[in-house]
């Protein structure tokens, strides 16, 4: 039942509603044993079902902790909630000191984490914090940064009694610092947020009495934080795909953007506000298979930021494509085509593996070289553009691809060789009644040996009229 370490923390984020003790509903057990009088699971005692629990991670003790009031109570267990905290945070949780639970505490301290972790991203948590610049934000969310090191803020400027309260540095400790006078708050005190975190952890002693602090000083109405999460866990593929597509360094976000639209049929109405406020980024995510699998969730087993370092990784492999593509002597037609075919074969290849785990940029480039060393010999097996676009909607087309196996290229040929004896026939001098009633548009297609110069104008004819 247990799930895989790098998984867990993003499962868990679809499972807080299984978290409040208060809130709380869980299946009703059923009274009625069948007529059996064997004992179940249910009947063990509250420690043996501690140590198998112990084995658990987070949210499949939350799972098994949704199935009936017995299983919520032991699920609930302190113990178990404590070893995780430390286990996730690094920090060991006090029990006998805390005013709350250890479950309660390793929600709370999850979810503000998680949205800290991702502030680059979160618009809705930047405006929480930074909204009141050069002042701090509200105490509540002063309250969480407290627990952090590094904070991307202005001097925190606040009066000695709040700055007493929220990091319980005494007032002896805080003499003698930069003070100003202020009409309505009186006496001012100016700091760094790292100075501050380091004083709190002189005179606290620990992190986990830091840790210890701020739980205690904690209300009981994380309303605001809740919803927070809430909107996080909805939009959170969305908001890291955005900031990735579109807030890269001034020469790779030209990069990226030459890249992720290079060979690419696209609307250039939706693409000429790129980055802007009217930009449709849904329609962009579309354009690619994987980053349309990561705008919903799809890889990674749903952890957003190994996902995106998937999706980063294989657009640096289309870079390194796209320079050794044009370092060749092809035509247009042909570039286009090996690109797109190979991008094809690698997604076929891989989807499964970037469903489950990072894939590196070399994974990505190894698969490539072997998908584009096919798509050279189907277009060799093709003779020219025409054939080529015909065979890629057979099966046996991305069935080579995907597995290499040269009976799947017989079959490509053994197509090609009929629609050469096709096109014989009709070109006998006693068919030439055949060739009167053919349509126009279909005449084309049995041609055989039809060869298209890079400006031919028959080139557009083609991909509109063989697309799949």
């Known amino acids: 039942m247990a799930l895989r370490e790098d998984s867990w923390e993003d499962e868990l984020q679809g499972q807080f509603s299984l978290l409040s003790a208060t809130s709380f509903e869980v299946k009703e057990e059923s009274e009625d044993t069948h007529g059996s009088s064997n004992t179940g699971i249910l009947d063990l005692s509250d420690e043996v079902f501690i140590l198998i629990l112990r084995r658990l991670d987070p949210t499949s003790l939350l799972r098994v902790g949704s199935t009936c009031r017995t299983l919520f109570r032991v699920c609930s267990c302190n113990s178990l909630w404590t070893k995780h905290f430390q286990t996730s945070f690094g920090v ?53 940064l407290v627990l952090e090191e590094t904070v991307p803020l202005p001097s925190v400027r ?80 969305q908001w890291l795909f955005t900031y990735w597509l579109f807030r890269q360094p001034v020469p790779f976000d030209r990069q990226l953007r030459a890249i992720y639209l290079q060979w690419q049929k696209h609307s250039k109405r939706k693409v000429v506000s790129w980055g802007g406020t009217l930009c449709d980024i849904r329609y962009l995510a579309s354009l690619h298979h994987i980053t349309s699998d990561y705008w919903r969730g799809k890889l990674a087993q749903g ?60 994974r990505f480039w190894q698969v490539a070289k072997v998908q ?72 084309p297609l049995l041609e055989f040996d039809t060869k298209i110069s890079q400006d031919d104008d028959l080139i557009k004819y083609y991909e509109s009229e063989m697309e799949p």
């Open 303 to 362: 952890d957003e930021t190994v996902g995106i370092q998937t999706v980063g990784n294989y657009f640096s492999m289309c870079k390194s494509l796209v320079a050794w593509i044009l370092g060749r002597d092809w035509g247009r037609l042909k570039s286009k085509k090996v690109y797109e075919d190979t991008l094809e074969g690698v997604y076929l290849l891989l989807r499964r593996e970037m469903q489950e785990t990072l894939v590196e940029h070399e």
């Open 158 to 237: 606040l009066p000695c009694t709040d700055i007493e309260s929220l990091w319980g540095i005494e007032k002896e400790v805080l003499e003698g610092k930069v003070q100003e006078k202020d009409e309505d708050e009186g006496r001012m005190l100016k700091f760094e947020w790292k100075e501050l975190y380091a004083l709190a952890l002189e005179h606290h002693g620990s992190i986990a009495k830091v840790f210890q602090h701020v739980l205690n000083q904690q209300s009981n109405d994380h309303c605001e934080l809740e919803a927070m999460f809430s909107q996080y866990s909805q939009c959170r593929f």
């Open 372 to 443: 584009m060393t096919r798509v050279c010999t189907l277009e060799e097996t093709a003779v020219n553009y025409v054939n080529w676009k015909m065979i890629e909607t057979l099966p046996y087309y991305k069935l080579y691809m995907v597995s290499g196996n040269m009976v799947y290229l017989d079959h490509v040929q053994g197509f090609l060789h009929r629609k050469r004896l096709v096109h014989d026939w009709f070109f006998m001098k006693e068919n030439t009644w055949v060739r009167q009633l053919l349509p126009g548009d279909l005449y």
């Open 92 to 144: 060991p949780f006090a029990t006998a000191t805390c005013s709350i639970s250890a479950k309660s505490a390793f929600r709370l301290v999850f979810m503000w984490r998680t949205l800290f972790r991702n502030l680059h991203c979160n618009r809705s948590l930047q405006e929480k914090l930074f909204a009141e610049i050069p002042f701090p934000p509200h105490k509540y969310w002063v309250q969480w």
